[in-house]
């Protein structure tokens, strides 16, 4: 009898239908496809969820403004975002959305259970209410009246409401973030951490106000708060609690994958809430970055936002999937630019592999008559070659489980350009000119078909078409991808194989960044011309050519749209050292939220290291970074010039808030 496989369970949050997705949300997904389709390759028994959180407050209102109900609303758009994962060829188990009968009866029996613990209990809500977050906030955490995670107005709310004794969990859940292996990066456990030494305030689970979402049991003018409808989805679908074989068939989930913004629902509510239903705690959540344009985080109101199924339309699912994958540092938030993406897909695609493909399987076409020769011997840079093939897959193991892709990407990318430069090391087109060096010329052959399906196999989780395609060209389309066959450098001898078309065509750079540059310029044209719509004004005319009149202080006068294009953020400097190139330059790193960013100022001739350090500071969040004496530069401290000494502008008010 086979012995069972060993099972892997990985979720995306689930996406909240109240527009389309952008490629920030791509970005995501794409991580756990990945992960997903190496664990399946490594042999495990995979499930793969993602899904729609479809109830609240803010999905009612757009409904109503758009004159539908809120299920012909929602599936309106969960088909477009069912649709768009279908063209990435997400290779997801279940997809959930949290208005299915499945999810909504056993979202209730959950509440029971706790409520029969005497974790929930029925009060009254006063305080401040985000709709677009759909979150409570204390009159601290709101400072100005503003959200502290989006900057939007927050409203007073009293109301009826029941409550989940979070505060009951609050020692066990600082136990769990203590634990290096839970919550990844550092940064986000650390910040975690401190949120939790605050103390926390038992949790508002249920509304009256609005009747879009699930009823409580035995109360129906109550519907169940958002964040307790949409974490249960994980056990939900899984059967919890009326089928418990097949919940522990997968349960407890090896990693929630989300992004920061929603990581303390996740890595201290949802926690809390299974220790509540006795139920084993998540094995990792890890929360990844955001992915940043020029103009700071992407929008869709705004316009500005990067649209994946545009760029796949363009460049293919393959290029943009790597291009995510290779770009971005996990847990970092990255720039996105039209450029950086483009030089990505020459250099790394068309170049470094489509080039090895394709002159390799030419080569063997020429001097084999298409069929892959056996090895003559070992000599010269063969045996490094080999070595290396056969050893980049405990790299890249390392890094796949340490979650660092651009790291297993690039021990990939080693390797396919160790193979380019032994085709520039053996000339096989000198070799071919001899008869005598037939044999060498045949062990060069058969060299760089086996490195090249080691590559096949290797690059498979991450852009599985294009190991594919080389795979046809290499003639072993029909042999199934097999990870412990990266391990070994004997299956190709006899081999037929086939050139096709250039797996990645080169790109031209200056032509491709116009177009995009067209196609974002129509994107935010069209955003305006909605927005203005929706409240009901005329679009605004283009008064880009007039000259601004002078301010009294001597610069330009601004409008107050030029204003609002500026992100200043309060921030708190946790360590600050001299700049080891320039003496005028100090380097902080800064939190501002739940980030830590690097900002280089020049204003070491007015402080010292240890007198930045703990200093809260305003910061223009949404500056481009550069280069300042190799160092980089991730935004701007505001200072006040006091006849040529720089003096702190210092807010009253916690770290990541907007300052307006």
Known sequence: MAEDKKTFYITTPIYYPSADLHI??????????????????????VRFQTGTDEHGQKIQQVAEKNGVTPIQYVDDVVGRIRKLWDTMEISYDDFVRTTEPRHMERVQAEFEYMEKKGDIYLGEYEGLYCTPCESFWTETQAVGGLCPDCGRPVEKVKEEAYFFRLSKYQDRVLELLEDPDFLYPEARRNEMINFVKQGLEDLCISRIDFDWGIPVPGNPKHVIYVWLDALSNYATTLGYPDKPNELSKYWPCDIHLVGKEIVRFHS????????SLDMPLPKHVLGHGWILLEGGKMSKSR????????????????????????????????????????????????????????????????????????PAGVEGPDADLREMGMSTEERVDEYMNRFQFNNALEEIWKFIRRTNKYIDETSPWILAKDPELKGRLDTVMFNLAESIRIISVLIHPFIHNTSEKIREQLGIADQPVVWADTKRFDMMAGVQVHKGEPIFPRLDIEKEI???????EEQKRQAMAKAAHDAGKPVAADKSNNEPEASEAGKPAITIDDFDKIDLRVGKILSCKKHPNADKLLISQVQIGGEVRQIISGVAASHTPEEMEGQSVVVVANLKPRKLRGETSHGMILFADNEGRHEFVTPHAPDGNVVK
Request: charged content about 25%.
């Open 24 to 45: 920030g949300h791509t970005y995501c997904t794409v991580m756990a496809d990945a992960i997903a389709r190496y664990k399946r390759a490594k042999g495990f028994d």
């Open 268 to 275: 201290i509510i949802w926690p809390a809430m299974l220790m």
């Open 303 to 374: 316009g500005n936002v990067v649209d994946p199924v545009k760029l796949i339309n363009r460049y293919g699912v393959d290029a943009v999937k790597y291009f995510l994958l290779r770009e971005y540092a996990f847990g970092q938030d990255g720039l996105y630019t039209n450029e950086v993406m483009l030089n990505r897909l020459n250099y790394d695609l068309a170049n470094d592999l489509g080039n090895l493909v394709s002159r390799t399987v030419a080569m063997i076409e020429k001097y084999d008559g298409g069929v892959v020769p056996a």
């Open 514 to 520: 116009k177009e995009l540059e067209a196609i974002t």
